[in-house]
């Protein structure tokens, strides 16, 4: 290792305390108080955290208590714990799971021994990370889970940090994963001078959409019996989608580099005669197809929600599988407790009965301001100088891994490059926040101190799991075998763009009448579906060289004001058409209503069949559309 990856560790000598710990019990806290402040002992420790309780070896630390009020209704519960002696000058707060209501002591003991003074809380309520009884007719509870409690802790942490040294902190980070990946986020976004570096895993930030995919997946496969898919099934499930995808990166090694690349059809699991737990029935295939495809409104097509990637179904137990009545999957419970409590008014709510439509907006309006972090404008944090690490693995169950991308890619949209100061890393095989098949361990906090001290922005990390170590790449580059050596040692790969996404088109939906195109190639159906009671004026363009035209230049052109059947020439290579034509390789002809293109009632059908060498399509390539028009716009 060179020097410069270690200078972040050796410029802040350790402190010691310039103060008593229980002189700590008089520092005065704006809106609350200091309700203890203890020195502890080196020795076992028993901390809690989202698994449960366990007692842990720890070194001398300062124990401070505190209750923060800062409305007549809030009751936010933190600690601070500082090292007696060998502070690294840091501060390092961390996050919470879930709905949150206890104090990640598991985490904080870690930081500790790493030299951190370290802070948390419990967000202004008890009663863990899948309770929402806390929620009801307390408005105020609500925003101090969603943003308040975290920033009003870190302004205290900082406070009783330069008490207790006599200095302050040279640097503050905030380090979570899942809704403390959240929390990161929300300080970025809300408070963007409090931290000097984020790590953001997993961030359920966009959390109102969360819950609402989650109720999704229950209604997919929870609602019917029939859907169930029972945790057995699950390896099954993996395995033919790793037999159908896992040489698709160049590597047969139980991981997918990129899921987005697998299309695997889970119809292809159909039993054939006595359901065992090696297939899956007619009914569970169906509901697994929706887990894939994420939540939707059933009106307009739009995605509320990104699904469940293929192929890390064996780690879906926990989360999404089971065949129990009620369900109790932790995707489930955490979503039921959340929609009841913080939107619907109490646990009388039936989750069945989401509409998927109507009430999205309801959930967004009610709490989505107060407990969403999902704004892309990170100025002021890249202002402040700040570094923002994101990671989410690639098997996650309880977080789609595209939420984070779609984040990401927002933020770049907003901002332009954010190479400098916010980056994200895909783990591929990595389930929720740690875990899975992949390579997933690595020094998070090491990684953002060098970032933010040492200037060194993170291209490559280096992972582990056992003996493998593979090469995590910022997004959106992948890692891709060199051909030669172990497939189990990183220096073996590189870091490179990522090959074209090997997908159908992306769900488009007209915004004038609702129509949605979306399908698969070669060969499967391109089905529209219409949400009004009109057909809208549709101009199709890009037939050239046996091409069909993109999503994208479909969105470029379209107009809404095309009245007739205009132009068709297939040497220029576009058609505008309205009514019920059916185009077949270079010419077209009505398959109801007159050749004209005079309106006709439908149903509309279009096909599209050809293929040939360098055309981008494969030989035998075909589409086809079918739309029923109920009637049209103007007539």
């Avoid at 802070?119 to 308040?148: M, Q, S």
């Avoid at 898919?229 to 997918?256: N, S």
Wanted: aromatic letters at 10%; charged letters at 20%; glycine letters at 14%.
């Amino acid at each position: 290792m060179g020097a410069l990856a270690l200078l972040p560790f050796i410029w802040n000598r350790a402190e010691a305390a310039t103060t008593s710990c229980e002189s700590l019990a008089h520092v005065k806290v704006d809106q609350g108080e200091i309700t203890s402040a203890q020195a502890v002992a080196a020795g076992p420790f028993t901390v809690r955290g989202f698994l449960g309780a366990k007692t842990v070896p720890m070194p001398a630390f300062c124990r401070v208590m505190a209750t923060l009020r800062p409305t007549p209704d809030s009751d936010i519960k933190v600690e601070v714990w500082l090292p007696a002696a060998g502070w690294n000058g840091r501060l390092e707060a961390v996050g919470n799971g879930g709905l949150a209501g206890m104090i990640s002591e598991d985490a904080m003991a870690g930081a500790l021994w790493a030299g951190y003074a370290t802070a948390g809380t419990d967000t202004g309520h008890t009663g863990g990370p899948a309770t929402g009884y806390w929620a009801l007719g307390h408005p105020e509870k609500i925003i101090d889970f969603g943003w308040r409690a975290i920033h009003l802790m870190t302004v205290e942490a900082k406070a009783l940090i330069a008490a207790y040294y006599g200095a302050p902190a040279k640097y503050a980070y905030w380090n979570g994963c899942s809704e403390g990946g959240g929390q990161g986020l929300s300080e970025a976004q809300r408070f963007p001078d409090d931290y000097d570096g984020i790590l953001a895993g997993a961030p359920g930030n966009d959390f109102v959409h969360l819950q609402i995919g989650g109720n999704w997946i229950s209604q997919a496969i929870h609602e019917d019996p029939a859907t169930m898919i029972a945790q057995a099934k699950l390896p099954a499930i993996t395995a033919a989608v790793l037999a159908e995808c896992d040489a698709l990166d160049g590597v047969k090694d139980g991981v997918l580099e990129d899921p987005r690349q697998c299309h695997f059809d889970p119809g292809k699991l159909l039993c054939k005669g006595e359901e065992t737990d090696a297939c899956l029935t007619a009914p569970q295939i169906a509901g697994l197809k929706k887990v894939y495809d994420g939540a939707r409104n059933p009106r307009t097509g739009k995605q509320i929600f990104p699904g469940e990637m293929r192929g890390g179904e064996a780690g879906w137990g926990m989360w999404i599988a089971g065949t129990q009545v009620p369900p109790t999957n932790a995707q489930h419970v955490i979503m039921y407790n959340t929609l009841a409590n913080l939107v619907f008014g109490g646990p009388r709510w039936d989750w069945r009965t989401f509409d998927f439509d109507k009430d999205v907006a309801l959930a967004e309006t009610t709490v989505g301001g107060a407990i969403d972090q999902i704004n892309p404008d990170l100025s002021a944090f890249k202002k402040h100088g700040g570094k923002l690490l994101q990671y989410h693995g690639w098997n996650d169950p309880a977080v789609s891994p595209l939420d984070s991308i779609g984040y990401f890619e927002s933020v770049q949209k907003k901002t332009g490059d954010t190479a400098g100061f916010y980056r994200l890393f895909m783990i591929p095989g990595m389930e929720h926040c740690m875990g899975g098949p992949g390579a997933s361990e690595f020094n998070h906090m090491q990684t953002i101190v060098k970032w933010v001290e040492g200037g060194v922005a993170p291209d490559r990390i280096i992972a582990r799991r056992g003996e493998r170590t593979h090469p995590l790449c910022a997004y959106p580059k992948v890692a891709k075998y060199t051909g030669t050596g172990s497939t189990d040692d990183a220096a073996n790969y590189v870091c490179a763009a990522a090959a074209a996404e090997a997908k159908a088109p992306p769900t488009w939906t007209d915004p004038a009448t609702g129509l949605m195109w979306s399908g698969k190639d070669n060969g499967s159906d391109v089905n529209w579906s219409q949400a009004g009671d009109y057909c809208s004026h549709l101009q199709i363009a890009g037939l050239r060289g046996w091409r069909l035209p993109t999503i994208e230049e479909l969105q470029g052109i379209y107009d809404p004001h095309v009245t007739a059947l205009t132009e068709y020439d297939s040497g220029v290579g576009y058609v505008h058409v309205r009514g019920n034509l059916k185009l077949t390789g270079w010419s077209w002809s009505s398959s109801q209503g007159d050749a004209s293109g005079k309106p006709s009632q439908g149903p509309w059908e279009f096909s599209f069949a050809g293929g040939h060498a360098g055309d981008g399509f494969p030989v035998g390539f075909s589409y086809s559309m079918r739309a029923l028009c109920v009637r049209h716009s103007g007539e």
